[in-house]
């Protein structure tokens, strides 16, 4: 079956400019995560979307943000982009078992590389 | 205040030995524990994974084991295998109803099999 899927996969901007990133989990998958991943900070979680409903959130500034669509796609805005916001952006797919517990597992797609000049 | 840690960022191995990859974790609350391998320009994919209820799991030439007590989880690659060369990710969440899904992942260790 098909996996996490991101566009873009890479994208140049310029600081001040706001980017949207977009994320189609695998089929079935209802949960939805975002996480930024920079060479300093190593994986840093940012948001977790569920039934078009924010569950989790990270700690990072209100100019992230993102949104969950009926069909559990998912997307990431970045707001006045800072030289700082050039990363690799992860979305991240889980299967949610009966009950609402979770598996504990997410599946990566590649990424949307981002980069802030 | 990093949660998880893995304090060799970097790891050489001769191919056919065992790698040993180690993890510590400070929030008790974490009852879930994973291991991700990285390739450059792709996304991170699942490898093993292990409850708290237990103290190792295996699958196939990669074992995790879990210290509970000295809050301290390893992975271990026997044999290593040039192809295994890679960033390896340990992470740990919290899996009680309707938690969610967020993982806290460690910063990362390059494992480097050399033939």
């Known amino acids: 079956k098909a996996g996490v899927t991101q566009t873009p996969r890479y994208l140049i901007k310029t600081r001040g400019q706001q980017v949207t990133l977009s994320c189609s989990p695998i089929?079935?998958?209802?949960?939805v995560s975002w996480y930024q991943q920079t060479p300093g900070q190593g994986l840093q979680f940012l948001f977790e979307y569920f039934s078009e409903t924010q569950r989790n959130k990270g700690n990072f500034p209100g100019r992230f943000s993102g949104r969950q669509f009926s069909n559990s796609r998912s997307e990431m805005n970045v707001s006045t982009l800072e030289l700082g916001d050039s990363a690799l952006y992860l979305c991240a797919s889980s299967l949610e078992l009966a009950g609402g517990r979770s598996t504990g597992e997410l599946f990566f797609g590649e990424g949307s590389r981002l980069t802030v000049l | 205040d990093q949660q998880v840690k893995q304090n060799s960022p970097s790891l050489s191995v001769q191919e056919g030995r065992i790698s040993i990859l180690n993890c510590d974790y400070t929030n008790s609350m974490f009852d879930y524990f994973l291991w991700y391998k990285k390739y450059p320009a792709e996304g991170p994919t699942f490898l093993i994974s292990?409850?708290?209820?237990?103290d190792k799991n295996e699958d196939g030439r990669f074992t995790v084991f879990l210290n509970k007590s000295a809050k301290h989880l390893s992975l271990h690659i026997v044999p290593s295998q040039p192809g295994d060369s890679a960033v390896y990710f340990c992470?740990?969440?919290?899996?009680?109803?309707?938690?969610?899904?967020?993982?806290?992942f460690g910063g990362g260790t390059r494992l480097m099999v050399k033939p």
């Open positions: 992470a740990a969440s919290v899996r009680y109803y309707n938690a969610g899904n967020m993982l806290t």
């Open positions: 292990i409850s708290s209820i237990k």
């Open positions: 089929s079935g998958h209802r949960s």
